[in-house]
């Protein structure tokens, strides 16, 4: 069996593996266009706060050579796959021709830069899975004692804190409309913008930019009420799925941009599949089309395109709740499901409490949550949850998510057994369902 892959990143990684595992004999190719095995931009606020030592630390397991090395993996960097022959079933990479019996497209996804008026590629950033984007956004950062970064999405925030844990004098959060819009609502949203103007960064909201200019080697963000002046901008404006390869050679790209797969996550060609940030992906509450673009997704998504290549679609991929999580400061902030804007944008019905839980093993240094909890009001299930804490939230948000993708009654999951000991974190997470289940009734 011969099986190209085209994309190094997680999604591609996994895909590798599955098929190395189940197909000791199969010729797997894998193909990148960039010099060097990528990182998920989550991965590169770490260096650039200065919490990892080196960009090095970063290549371990799947992101080093030896990984393909030891299982006969076949991987080209710095070759960029140009064309698929669908027909004759071979592709073409730096105009040589390679065979395939089942390929699979991991394409990943691109950084967006809004067409601002003045832009002229001049200590201007944003990040991808290319590490070589990271080593640049580094660079600048050691030289450098000011920056605007626009863009209010999980990557701008990280990146705000990383420029403040390098004692930035200055960091401006320019933001269009509201913070981690696709993950937080504005009642939960006011208790992160309170934790980033505590920590130093002034957050400009709604940030109306009307140009970008350049002068005496500083970078001017000309608002239309104020005119910045820093030594660089970050853009932390969002990516867009990488389709032009799939849209050359034919294949369907779905209603939100991403390449179109059924749920064995094969393409309109059945022997093309593709995973991760370049596929249209789709939630497991209603069903909607949405892209999903976290190295999460990309990993399970890769391991199911893999194992169907081989098995002959035995697996099949339910969709996600979106599960989420990051670190902003101290604070971890954590979301699954629908947010209560996109479930009224969607026509759910629904039904909400919030909840600021006392301060937990407050003689043990416990921390307080805050926790938001969304429920369909016809259903009275469990449909999304916001979460923001000092303590650990992921374990919280990981129950949660299995609650959502099993559409599971509030009055069954405020049943499930937990643990407790008082040496540890408790889950509090009963609280907020109790106040939910009295808000229905």
Known sequence: MKVCIIGAGDAGAIAALQIRRLDKEAEINIFSKRAELGCPPCEMPLVLSGTVGSWEELFRGLRAKSFYEKRNINIYLGTEVTDILRQEKYLVANGKKYDYDK????????????????????????????????????????????????????????????????????????VRRDIMRAHLDEDIAEKLKQILVERGVELILPARIERIS?????????????????????????????????????????????????????????????????????????????????????????????????????????????????????????????????????????????????????????????????AEHKTQTLIGAQLISEEIVSGTIDKLAVAIANRMPLQKLVQIDSCYSPHVQEDQVAVPIHRLIDELS
């Not at 003045?118 to 030289?143: M, V």
């Not at 920056?147 to 004098?169: Q, T, W």
């Not at 190295?295 to 679609?313: F, K, P």
């Open 103 to 174: 390929a699979v497209l991991a394409l990943g996804a691109s950084s967006t830069i809004p067409s601002f008026s003045g832009l002229d590629g001049r200590n201007e950033f944003s990040l991808s899975t290319d590490i070589a984007d990271g080593r640049t956004l580094g660079d600048a950062i050691l030289r450098y004692t000011s920056a605007a970064i626009i863009g209010g999405g999980f990557i701008a925030l990280e990146i705000a804190a990383a420029l403040k844990a390098r004692g930035y004098s200055k960091v401006y959060l320019l």
């Open 214 to 374: 350049s002068k005496n080697g500083k970078k001017c963000v000309i608002l239309s009420s104020r005119e910045l002046e820093i030594d660089f901008i970050f853009f932390g404006t969002g990516a867009e799925p990488n389709v032009k390869l799939a849209q050359k050679v034919r294949l369907e790209i779905g209603e939100t941009g991403g390449i179109l797969v059924n749920q064995q996550l094969q393409t309109s060609d059945p022997d093309i599949y593709a995973a991760g940030d370049c596929m249209e992906n789709w939630d497991m509450i209603i069903g909607s089309k949405r892209r999903h673009q976290l190295a999460t997704n990309a990993v399970r998504t890769g391991y199911i395109a893999g194992r169907n290549a081989v098995l002959g679609n035995k697996i099949s991929y339910g969709g996600t709740v979106m599960p989420f999580i990051t670190k902003i400061f101290d604070y971890q902030v954590g979301a699954v499901g629908f947010t209560e804007r996109e479930a009224r944008e969607k026509g759910i019905e629904t039904t909400s409490t919030m909840v600021n839980t006392p301060y937990l093993r407050e003689p043990r240094g416990g921390k307080p949550a805050w926790y938001k909890l969304i």
